[in-house]
């Protein structure tokens, strides 16, 4: 059972809520940039993380039914009107490759068949089109938090996620971590502090893996697409381990 949308917006509006936004958006915009002129879609509640998109052609929200749905946004982009809807996670409302980025946060933990929600990721991807899958690391702190969002569902390891990804046919290239202060109120005005010291002393018990994919448009299961695309990973996240990746002369410097 999902975390319901109401949950969600209060948790997010409060102090430990403001920092996972800071760190976490963070590595969006390192990753993506301002997104310029691409169409983005945000999947299962990753709204508060768009803010840095600002130059993106469209963006658009998809919550899943179980959760609810809030109208969004809420003056980031004044006159625009609500560009948040309702979704069915395994049947979205849109068009096959409609998308060159999506972002995925609370939305693996707790779907009911975590490869079709990813398959039907694959589908909105446009050729060579990325999505940044973000989950609860089963090694931190953050799995455990039943009162944060992060503490509901299935939490994942990075080679879980990796693996997930490559069934979806999504081929991961880079991954990062976040969220190292612990889940404790008091704590979230030294966020900044834990996320520098956590990186370099405990990488293991961050709250959350960030894995970046793109989409492999040879793959055979959902459209048959048969023409190959190259994909170039951004600096901002570390690069996923693939040898196959490295004989093709990716530069993931």
Not at 1 to 28: N, T
Not at 66 to 83: I, K
Not at 130 to 153: H, K, Q, Y
Request: hydrophobic share 45%; aromatic share 8%; glycine share 10%.
């Amino acid at each position: 059972m999902r975390r319901d949308v109401v949950e969600l917006r209060r948790f997010y509006a409060g102090p430990l809520g403001h920092a996972v936004r800071e760190m976490v958006g963070r590595k969006v915009d390192e990753a993506w940039g301002q997104a310029s002129g691409l169409d983005v879609l945000a999947l299962g509640y990753a709204t508060p993380f768009l803010d840095g998109l600002s130059r993106a052609r469209r963006v658009v929200a998809a919550m899943p039914a179980s959760q609810g749905v809030e109208v969004w946004p809420t003056g980031m982009r004044g006159g625009s009107g609500n560009l948040a809807c309702l979704a069915d996670e395994e049947t979205l409302p849109f068009p096959n490759a409609m998308f060159d980025r999506v972002l995925v946060v609370h939305g693996l933990e707790e779907a009911d068949d975590p490869l079709a929600f990813l398959r039907e990721v694959w589908r909105v991807l446009a050729p060579s089109g990325r999505v940044i899958l973000t989950a609860s690391a089963r090694s931190g702190l953050w799995a455990n938090a039943e009162g944060t969002p992060f503490g509901s569902g299935r939490p994942f390891t990075r080679r879980q996620l990796e693996q997930l990804a490559r069934e979806a046919e999504l081929e991961p290239l880079a991954w990062s971590r976040a969220l190292y202060v612990p889940p404790v109120e008091g704590l979230s005005r030294y966020a900044e502090g834990f996320e520098q010291v956590g990186a370099r002393l405990w990488p293991r018990f961050a709250g959350l893996i960030l894995l970046e994919a793109v989409k492999q448009t040879f793959a055979v299961k959902p459209k048959g697409l048969k023409a190959p695309s190259r994909a170039f990973a951004p600096g901002a996240l570390k690069p996923a381990r693939n040898p196959a990746l490295a004989r093709d002369g990716v530069d993931r410097g």
